[in-house]
Nanobody
Framework: QVQLMESGGGLVQEGGSLRLSCAAS????????MAWYRQAPGKQRELVAS?????????NYTDSVKGRFTISRDNAKNTVFLQMNSLKPEDTAVYYC???????????????WGQGTQVTVSS
């Protein structure tokens, strides 16, 4: 079974940067679009960014992170990254990676959620 392991989170001051990594083990996400999600305390999980499999690596971002976050992937290493710049306190959340999926699948995803990685931005 595929397992996801996120890393790279931490405590950073407003305006700082972090680079998150997500490694998939057990199988390759061949042909699958991948995404980063986040969940802040008391809030629902939300999609942050997604990236397609193909050579063009088409990306999409939620409006609140456009111009600040960059998603990328290394298919050969089965790894997805999220470069986060100009961080704001409202970016504080636990960040997860997974297949890019319909929100209706969040409670029962095809691939189980990993532990996530905590990002805390202080003002």
């Amino acid at each position: 079974q595929v397992q996801l392991m996120e890393s790279g989170g931490g405590l950073v001051q407003e305006g700082g940067s972090l680079r998150l990594s997500c490694a998939a083990s057990g199988s390759a996400f061949s042909g699958d679009s991948m995404a980063w999600y986040r969940q802040a305390p008391g809030k629902q999980r939300e999609l942050v960014a997604s990236i397609t499999w193909g050579w063009r690596h088409i990306t999409n971002y939620t409006d609140s992170v456009k111009g600040r976050f960059t998603i990328s992937r290394d298919n050969a290493k089965n790894t997805v990254f999220l470069q986060m710049n100009s961080l704001k306190p409202e970016d504080t959340a636990v960040y997860y990676c997974n297949l890019h999926m319909n929100p209706a699948r969040y409670t029962s995803p095809y691939v189980p959620w990993g532990q996530g990685t905590q990002v805390t931005v202080s003002s």
